[in-house]
Every structure is written in C-alpha cells, then in structure tokens.
C-alpha cells in the first residue's frame, strides 16, 4: 500500500473541546428552554426571530420566491424517492401467530414512531433535497407527528425558501427556524414552543452531529451522521474526469469532508490528483472544497483489488463508488457502505437528488453497523406471545428451571403457577 496523498489527523484536543461545547449549549437549553434557543439563534445566525414556529403565510410566500422549474424537480425527487419507500415498506411484514411449539403462538408488529424530529442542515448551502429525503419516508412509514427543524439564513429570521418548498412537499406537519447544537436539544428535551419527539433523523456539522450523540438514550438517533465522505475504488479503466468530479463533489460541502481513492493503478492515482487541482481552477466553490481535498483527501495505491475492497469495508465509508471491470465480485466483496454505486455511470449526486435511494446515510465508520434513512428507520418492531393450556406444559417447567438455574425465584414461581 502506497499514499500518493493523506489526510492531516485531528487532534484529540479538538474534539474533547468540541464535546464540551456542545455539552453546555444543551444543558442551558435543558435549563432555560425557549430562551436559551432564542439566544442560540442570535448569537450563531444573527436571528432575532421570538415565534420559532414557521407559520402557513411564510410557506406561500417561499413558493412565490422559488423558480417553478425547481418546484417541479423537488416535486419529482419527492416523488421517486416516496416510490422507493412504499417499495421497501412493502418488503416489510408484519409476523402472526406463528406456532413455535405446539400452544406457543409468537408474532411481531411493525409500528410507526410516533413523533419523529428531521434536522435539515443549512449553514452552508440550503440543503432542501435533504427535507426530501428525511421526511418523505417518515410519512410513507406513517409517522403521526414530524417535525423538522433547519437554520435561518444567516443575518435574517427566515429559512431558505427552497427547503420550506420541500418541507412543505415533502409532508413536514411542522417547521421551526432553528439549527444547529440548540434545535437538537429542544427536540429531544422540549421547550415551551417546540415538544420533544421520539427520534431525531438527520444529517448536521460536526456540532450537531455532536449533539445527537450526547441526546442519544434521552431519544433515538438515526445514526452518527459526520461530514460527507465518498470512497471511490478503480482499476486502470477508472475515468480520471469522473473521479476527480465525483471526489470534489464531495470536498465541496464543508472544510471536514472527505474525497478518498484507492487504486490498483498508481498512473492513475496521480492523473486524479492533476485533474482535481484542475477542475479546482474554475470551481465557484473551491474556497472550501480545495481545504477539504487538501487537509481530508486521499489517494491510496494498493496491490490488488481484493486489497481495495478490504481497504473500503474498515473505512465503511458513506458513499462507496466502485469505477472497475469486473462489478459482480465488487459487489459480491463490499458489505460496508452506506450506498453503494456501482460503474461509472452511477455517479453519487444522481443519488443525492433524483434516482429516488435515500441520500441520508452512515458516516464515520457506522456503516459497519447501520444502513442509512429508510421507512424502516421510522418504525419498531415489536413482539408478541400468546399461549394455550398446551402451550404451558410445553415450556413451562422448561422456564421453572431456568429461572432457578439463575436463582430467580420469583420468577420460577410465576411459571409453575400456571403449571
């Protein structure tokens, strides 16, 4: 293995300071509730804003304010993206009386969460395609209450009016102009305007990532959700443009995100490293997306493919491009990833939009352990038991001395009752 380029390391004094920020901003919203939150959202986006409550007239008014061809395009990404859900909603069953010992009937049910929070990132761009992919199958899983929180844009009290399009689309029941550290705290410890929920989904900084951390066991969480990341693998027929594309699509969204190649090719490894300082020239975003490649890019050189691949499944990187010859046993190899695009013609930013797979996915190595946003995400599924006189005696003194084997008493007694 060879680094023809490699990330600069973060310190650990960084992001001990980074938790104790995060720490305080949620125990003063903890405390103080609506104030706090108000403040929060002076101080970070200079919003003066006391009604965090987005109301119905702000909504029409966005839509006035929105180009109609991108109204039509959110539109069909709302749509595809809900045809994607009712699918995987309808791979979903529930089980019913299902006979595991004579008399000894088990079941599970698959039910909605009740009140789910969707924070829609925006500090940099308006992320409105996001608002798409949160609550979309939030409502296809039949999610009672969904409440979605995004930042003002800074210096006014209002969100991007594109993303209230898509929130509004999209089927958000209700939508409150706050971002960052403090609207995660408010949603999962209540204020006086905004009542906590059960789950927060939903894509954030490296602070609000932070903060889900810190809420999680107060609520669920979708997933750690960090800065973007892609990782692409190509042979010697890998195309240098789309490669060099695809990883500064990546670098563009903030100065933490992370563009990685790993190649069998080093030929091909150092054209990608032109061709981004290339592309980089005329770039509108290159102020962050060149501090991006320059501190968190890489360019790895390993001996063969089956290295690739094992390099790829302990990065278990958010987006997992594979631009190589023999795409089966790729696929067949890779089992860590958040999506998966296979060939070059799958770039990752059809994901992102349009090709209707939810762009909301694990960061930070959680792919190991979790896929990304889905109808199931939005759901529990809990058992059942339900047993006959029968069914008793064919478990029962097998439960009796287990629970003395464990001397619980109590609850070896509560099975031979019924014996």
Not at 124 to 147: H, N, Q
Request: hydrophobic share 40%; proline share 3%.
């Amino acid at each position: 293995m060879k680094y023809l380029k490699k990330k600069i390391e973060v310190s650990l004094e960084e992001t001990q300071e980074k938790e104790k920020t995060v720490r305080e901003i949620i125990a003063n919203v903890r405390t103080n509730k609506d104030a706090a939150v108000i403040e929060y959202n002076k101080k970070f986006d200079n919003c003066e804003r006391k009604n965090l409550l987005v109301i119905q007239e702000e909504i029409e008014e966005a839509y006035k304010k929105v180009d109609a061809q991108l109204i039509e395009d959110i539109k069909k990404s709302a749509e595809n993206v809900k045809k994607f859900a009712v699918e995987q909603k309808n791979s979903m069953r529930e089980i019913s009386d299902f006979e595991i010992v004579p008399g000894v009937f088990l079941g599970h049910r698959i039910i909605p969460i009740q009140n789910i929070g969707c924070y829609i990132p925006g500090g940099s761009y308006p992320l409105y395609s996001t608002a798409i992919m949160l609550v979309v199958p939030a409502r296809v899983a039949g999610v009672k209450r969904i409440a979605a929180c995004a930042p003002p844009m800074k210096g006014t009290d209002k969100i991007h009016p594109s993303t209230l399009v898509a929130l509004d689309i999209a089927g958000a029941d209700e939508i409150y102009t706050v971002g960052g550290v403090q609207s995660i705290a408010a949603l999962a410890y209540g204020t006086e305007q905004i009542k906590a929920v059960d789950k927060i989904v939903g894509p954030g900084n490296q602070f609000v990532t932070e903060a889900k951390r810190q809420c999680f066991g107060q609520i669920g969480i979708d997933f750690i959700a960090g800065p973007s990341e892609v990782l692409i693998i190509a042979d010697e027929t890998g195309n240098v443009e789309y490669i060099a594309a695809d990883i500064l699509a990546q670098c563009e969204h903030d100065y933490k995100a992370r563009g990685i190649l790993i190649t069998t090719d080093e030929d091909l490894g150092k054209r990608v490293i032109k061709e981004v300082e290339e592309q980089l020239k005329d770039l509108s975003t290159r102020e962050i997306a060149e501090v991006s490649w320059m501190d968190n890019g890489e360019v790895i050189v390993v001996k063969s493919l089956n290295s690739a691949y094992e390099m790829a499944n302990d990065y278990a990187p958010e987006h997992l491009e594979i631009h190589v010859t023999n795409e089966r046993e790729a696929v067949e190899k890779l089992i860590n990833y958040g999506s998966l695009f296979i060939g070059q013609n799958a770039a990752e930013v059809f994901g992102d939009y349009i090709s209707g797979t939810n762009h909301t996915l694990p960061t930070v190595r959680a792919a190991r352990y979790t896929g990304g946003v889905s109808v199931a995400t939005f759901t529990k599924t809990v058992t059942h038991q339900k047993m006959t006189e029968e069914g008793i005696k064919n478990i029962g003194e097998i439960a009796e001395r287990m629970a003395i084997g464990e001397d619980l008493i109590a609850h070896a007694k509560a099975a031979r009752k019924r014996l």
